[in-house]
């Protein structure tokens, strides 16, 4: 009769404890050296330049599409819930909130996040498996100033502006689907974007959207940097870098929200 290891249960939740506090431990030294490096690497203005514009103009048509179908299908939802009982007149309040706090800054840094932190990960990871980065240190540049602080501050400057689009686009499809689906006249609809609006909540999503160009950031370049094992290894930092920035984002999204709307801008 086979015995049964009654302690492999125990070993294996141990390896997963030590596994997670030694990348837990990475982590934080890559943010460290990533703070180091972050104003020396201001020099390199021309590489910001060039991830901007890949970060950008590249996410833009998805992050338009993306947008317009969001509003549109928020206005459906919206004015499903209220028929027959809350005026249509809110469904421009509910839609124009829901953008400017909620659905505009996530799903765009999501979206975003899926494209460019893997295209991080998957750019420094194959540097790192072909020793690339390792040639760079020789040539006494350091790694982390020359490709992880371009990509922070390009991520971390145009993930705002993409939101504005996509905040805008978004209102522009639940306008259109208001019309077009719903019956609402253009004024109606605009007169309930009016009610209870805040400037406020323009500035949270914006607020949230820098700390989402940065988790996109980070979590691409640091799974690039820890990369080992050839192109499968290049395959698994692309796939934990989109899964990490995704789950990130969620869950800064919460605590964002505690901040932004309870202690920064208190509801009156």
Same mark, same amino acid.
Request: with cysteine.
């Given at each position: 009769?086979?015995?049964?290891?009654?302690?492999?249960?125990?070993?294996? =939740?141990?390896?997963?404890?030590?596994g997670m506090l030694s990348a837990s431990?990475r982590f934080a030294l890559f943010l460290?050296?990533?703070?180091?490096?972050?104003?020396?690497?201001?020099?390199?203005?021309?590489?910001?330049?060039?991830?901007?514009?890949?970060?950008?103009? &590249?996410? =833009?048509?998805?992050?338009?599409?993306?947008?317009?179908?969001? &509003?549109?299908?928020?206005?459906?939802?919206?004015?499903?819930?209220?028929?027959?009982?809350?005026?249509?007149?809110?469904?421009?309040?509910?839609?124009?909130?829901?953008?400017?706090?909620?659905?505009?800054?996530?799903?765009?840094?999501? %979206?975003?996040?899926?494209?460019?932190?893997?295209?991080?990960?998957?750019?420094?990871?194959?540097?790192?498996?072909?020793?690339?980065?390792?040639?760079?240190?020789? =040539?006494?540049?350091?790694?982390?100033?020359?490709?992880?602080?371009?990509?922070?501050?390009?991520?971390?400057?145009?993930?705002?502006?993409?939101?504005?689009?996509?905040?805008?686009?978004?209102?522009m499809g639940g306008l259109t689907v208001? %019309?077009?689906?719903? &019956?609402?006249?253009?004024?109606?609809?605009?007169?309930?974007?009016?009610?209870?609006?805040?400037?406020?909540?323009?500035?949270?999503?914006?607020?949230?959207?820098?700390?989402?160009?940065?988790?996109?950031?980070?979590?691409?370049?640091?799974?690039?940097?820890?990369?080992?094992?050839?192109?499968?290894? %290049?395959?698994?930092?692309?796939?934990?870098?989109?899964?990490?920035?995704?789950?990130?984002?969620?869950?800064?999204?919460?605590?964002?929200?505690? %901040?932004?709307?309870?202690?920064?801008?208190?509801?009156?």
């Amino acid at each position: 009769m086979r015995s049964v290891d009654w302690a492999a249960p125990i070993r294996v =939740l141990g390896e997963m404890i030590l596994g997670m506090l030694s990348a837990s431990g990475r982590f934080a030294l890559f943010l460290g050296s990533l703070a180091r490096e972050l104003v020396p690497g201001l020099k390199y203005g021309r590489l910001i330049v060039s991830q901007a514009e890949f970060i950008g103009i &590249g996410s =833009l048509p998805l992050v338009l599409l993306t947008s317009l179908f969001t &509003g549109g299908v928020s206005a459906l939802q919206t004015a499903y819930q209220f028929q027959g009982t809350v005026p249509l007149v809110y469904v421009g309040t509910v839609i124009t909130k829901s953008v400017l706090i909620e659905l505009g800054p996530v799903l765009t840094a999501l %979206v975003v996040g899926a494209r460019v932190s893997s295209s991080f990960a998957a750019e420094i990871g194959t540097m790192r498996v072909t020793e690339q980065v390792d040639a760079l240190e020789t =040539l006494a540049i350091r790694p982390v100033r020359f490709l992880a602080v371009p990509r922070l501050l390009a991520a971390v400057f145009m993930l705002p502006v993409i939101t504005v689009f996509a905040d805008f686009i978004a209102l522009m499809g639940g306008l259109t689907v208001a %019309v077009a689906r719903i &019956g609402m006249s253009v004024h109606t609809f605009t007169q309930g974007m009016r009610f209870l609006f805040n400037v406020n909540d323009i500035y949270g999503g914006l607020l949230k959207s820098f700390v989402f160009g940065a988790i996109i950031a980070v979590e691409g370049a640091f799974y690039g940097f820890q990369t080992t094992g050839g192109a499968e290894g %290049v395959g698994m930092a692309t796939t934990k870098a989109v899964v990490a920035s995704c789950v990130m984002i969620l869950v800064a999204d919460y605590f964002l929200a505690e %901040v932004i709307f309870r202690l920064i801008f208190p509801a009156a």
